[in-house]
């Protein structure tokens, strides 16, 4: 064998050697291995209730997120159409993917923070999404206010023709616990720019002090309106224990539906052509900071009416109450509109409806 070809054989036996100690190597070895090496222990965490998620990070805020959602029978009214309330569970869902839905989850297993809908601005209900249609939820960043609460803008569009079917000028949302009052910002988030909303800043002082609050609380007591009560449900209630804005919004339904006479008279509508439906909120709060809306609570549900534009609008100013403390929990300034179901178009409300709206102002309804 020629001197090279001895070269040649030396480092295959040498190879050959190095990968045997390479496979045969004990397990007791590897694990000393990957103590010394912090590369081997990624995703473990020395300090279980470290609240550091450094493999978290976002470098930024993406200025935009969209999210696709299918119309389930779930998500319907009686009509097959989806009910005005559920147009906030997309749009919360829509925010906690663009800041990423792990990210929320494991900052509230951490923390006790959880990421809620607090208030809505100039929605429009433009045209009703439909059983089966696939939507897209598009959010806009707006920035965070002083009081680090997250400012956006949102729409839902039909995928199959584009059409923008509800709208929200500003939603504020914000991170609490269910001990403490005030938002805060999670640390292991990206902080937004300051918010380009144009009255963030007084509303957020407003409800900080609850001025505003109590003044219209306080008028709105002084005055007749239509009062219900109500009894909140496990099932109502997030993951802090408390009432939800889309739960506030359903206690508001219920008391509208009573105002008009009940599901029955709903149903009589109907048959007579009629339809009333929601077709604006100019705004919905959640006081989250007054205290109240707990498991077990009991509420006072409470509205102004009035009617207008040639009868064919019923606007209701409607209040939910803490029974116990008297303290506001939310608000919500809702426009219905009448119309007839086969035009489309808007119609006058039967004069019958008209004189029980306006005499349920003074009429108290049993618990719902």
């Excluded at 090496?37 to 473990?44: K, S, W, Y």
């Excluded at 998500?75 to 993917?97: K, P, Q, S």
Aim: net charge neutral.
């Amino acid at each position: 064998m020629s001197t090279s070809m001895k070269v040649l054989h030396g480092l295959s036996m040498l190879l050959q050697a190095a990968s045997s100690m390479v496979i045969t190597t004990h397990p007791f070895a590897l694990s000393k291995c990957a103590r010394a090496c912090p590369v081997a222990r990624i995703g473990q965490n020395r300090n279980p209730k470290a609240r550091a998620f450094s493999g978290l990070h976002m470098l930024s805020l993406p200025p935009t997120g969209t999210m696709g959602i299918t119309v389930f029978i779930e998500d319907t009214d009686a009509f097959g159409i989806v009910y005005n309330a559920n147009y906030l569970r997309f749009l919360e869902r829509a925010v906690h993917g663009l800041l990423g839905l792990s990210r929320c989850g494991q900052i509230y297993r951490a923390t006790g923070r959880l990421l809620r809908l607090e208030s809505l601005e100039k929605v429009k209900f433009v045209s009703p999404a439909m059983l089966g249609d696939d939507l897209r939820v598009d959010i806009s960043v707006l920035g965070l206010d002083p009081t680090d609460r997250l400012h956006v803008r949102a729409s839902v569009r039909r995928e199959a023709d584009k059409q923008e079917l509800w709208s929200c000028e500003s939603a504020t949302l914000s991170f609490r616990s269910g001990l403490e009052s005030t938002p805060a910002w999670p640390a292991s988030l990206p902080r937004p720019g300051p918010s380009d909303a144009s009255e963030a800043l007084s509303r957020a002082e407003d409800e900080a002090d609850g001025q505003r609050v109590l003044a219209e609380m306080n008028e709105m007591c002084q005055t007749e309106s239509a009062a219900s009560s109500v009894s909140v449900q496990s099932d109502e209630c997030d993951a802090l224990g408390m009432i939800s804005l889309h739960s506030a919004l359903r206690y508001f339904e219920r008391q509208r539906s009573n105002c008009i006479g009940g599901p029955l008279a709903l149903a009589r509508l109907q048959q007579d052509g009629i339809q009333v439906v929601v077709g604006r909120i100019s705004e919905t709060h959640l006081f989250s900071g007054l205290g109240g809306g707990h498991f077990g609570d009991k509420l006072a549900v409470r509205c102004g009416i009035v009617i207008r534009a040639k009868h064919t609008q019923v606007v209701f100013d409607q209040w939910l109450f803490c029974e116990a403390s008297g303290r506001a929990i939310a608000r919500a300034h809702v426009i219905c509109l009448s119309l007839n179901m086969s035009t489309q178009r808007f119609a006058p409300i039967p004069f019958d409806l008209e004189a029980r709206l306006l005499g349920a102002k003074t009429h108290e309804s049993a618990d719902v």
